[in-house]
């Protein structure tokens, strides 16, 4: 069915890539919305400004202006201030990092919300309970807080996952090598491009039909940790 | 960015508002009307019904709008010869219907999957209370079930459309000129990459905004029964 003139192959190596920045994305988003969350419930006014300006920024700018604007807007900025101040400066921002830096920054914005729902569904007392017996603040945050959020937080992450790795297409735009780019070199080098786009379409489906599964896998096993 | 500049580009960007809006608009309405037979189906006892929707649902959410729309926009060229045959090449060869069309079935499978749920989540006394008055069949659906299953999908189907108006800016790459296309141009003639981008990353801003507002105000509309919440 994909002949492709042997680009199918390729294709289906470039899923590698894909799955590469959207797994270095999702870390990158989580770390994100850990802190983001900390910052939403923070007592300085301005690291909570900071915290709802980022979701707020974030969630009401397509990912395109956002990842053309981290692509080609900011080196210009940076070499464009450099210049002011009479320096010659050329930047080039490796795409893999950019992408990956745009995706995780978005999708940590998302993170940010799923991480302040699941804090705020542990019980205040438990945090108390634990600085009564002396836990430090970092400590409390480690034993009790993060491994009961995780919990909570399981369903969310799950559907960030899933829309984050198909926002991994956007990157072909700024020639990474993934799914999307060779599938688009396939397509014109064999003029067919309704059987590139469709392999590189269920190449999608499939880590997201796999992405289902291993939610509804990890989300029985945490339904089983919480029991005890 | 200058007032000059602002002034001089105004125009376009302002052209290219209406192109967004205009999609996303397009998509929406003809996206709601198919989505509720669809969402129909998928709850149907009837497998053949069942499936077909169900594998339409799965493909139109597991899969990037990036790839969706370059395989309706690039991917017709492949079947030339048979869409010009059925007559409809005139159609796929313009990105516009393009983007419409696959824009449509994104958001078609999306509002159908939202509104299952929502019909779903009818109470059951409810559509027995119907039944018992005498109403069957479509008379049910239209008076009762799909009435209260608009207002249960209601604030997911706010933030879809919005997704949706967003995830129209994917146009741009198939050559229209909605307000990312035009900003695209602009900085391809002026240079000024960081000044265009950032400003219409405002206008989306606010134009996000300015929707999840309508939104808020015609849910308080719908649950105005509802003193607790509004």
């Known amino acids: 069915m994909f002949e492709l003139g042997g680009y199918t192959p390729i294709i289906i190596a470039a899923m590698k890539n894909t799955l590469l920045v959207g797994v270095s994305a999702m870390v990158l988003a989580v770390v994100f919305g850990l802190l983001g969350s900390w910052a939403k419930v923070a007592e300085k006014f301005w690291v909570r400004w900071l915290a709802n300006t980022y979701t707020t920024v974030v969630r009401g700018v397509p990912e395109l202006i956002l990842l053309l604007l981290f692509y080609y807007g900011f080196p210009q900025l940076v070499q464009d201030l450099a210049e002011s101040m009479g320096y010659e400066l050329l930047i080039d921002i490796n795409p893999f990092l950019a992408g990956t830096l745009t995706i995780g920054f978005i999708y940590g914005a998302f993170c940010t919300e799923v991480f302040r729902g699941a804090f705020a569904s542990i019980p205040a007392g438990q945090a108390e309970a634990a600085n009564a017996l002396g836990m430090s603040d970092f400590l409390i945050f480690r034993r009790i807080l993060l491994p009961q959020a995780m919990y909570f937080a399981l369903p969310g992450l799950g559907n960030v996952w899933m829309v984050l790795v198909k926002a991994t297409a956007l990157i072909s735009i700024i020639q990474l090598d993934e799914i999307m780019r060779m599938a688009k070199i396939a397509a014109n080098a064999t003029r067919e491009p309704f059987t590139a786009y469709l392999l590189a379409s269920l190449l999608f489906l499939g880590i997201t039909a796999v992405s289902m599964i291993g939610q509804h896998f990890l989300e029985k096993r945490a339904a089983k940790a919480g029991e005890h | ?230």
Request: proline share 3%.
């Open chain 2, 1 to 230: 960015m200058s007032m000059e500049m602002i002034a001089e580009y105004g125009a376009r960007l302002l052209d290219g508002f209406w192109v967004t809006i205009g999609i996303t608009s397009l998509s929406v309405l003809i996206g709601l009307m198919l989505a509720i037979p669809v969402a129909l189906m998928r709850l149907s006892d009837y497998k053949v019904l069942k499936w077909p929707s169900y594998a339409f649902i799965f493909y139109f959410r597991g899969t990037p709008i990036l790839v969706q729309l370059f395989l309706v926009y690039y991917g017709s060229g492949q079947f030339r010869v048979e869409l010009t045959e059925l007559g409809l090449w005139q159609y796929f060869r313009g990105a516009y219907f393009c983007a419409v069309f696959t824009l449509t079935l994104n958001t078609c499978a999306y509002t159908a999957e939202i509104f299952r749920g929502a019909i779903k989540s009818v109470p059951i006394g409810v559509i027995e209370a119907g039944r018992a008055c005498g109403m069957s069949g479509i008379l049910l659906y239209r008076r009762v079930i799909l009435p209260q299953a608009l207002r249960i999908a209601w604030p997911a189907y706010g933030n879809e459309i919005i997704f949706l108006m967003q995830a129209s800016s994917l146009v741009s790459i198939i050559t229209l000129l909605d307000l990312t296309g035009v900003a695209r141009r602009i900085i391809s003639e002026t240079f000024a990459v960081y000044e265009v981008y950032i400003l219409v990353a405002l206008l989306y801003l606010i134009i996000t905004y300015i929707l999840a507002f309508i939104f808020k105000r015609i849910e308080r509309y719908l649950q105005r029964h509802n003193k607790a919440l509004s």
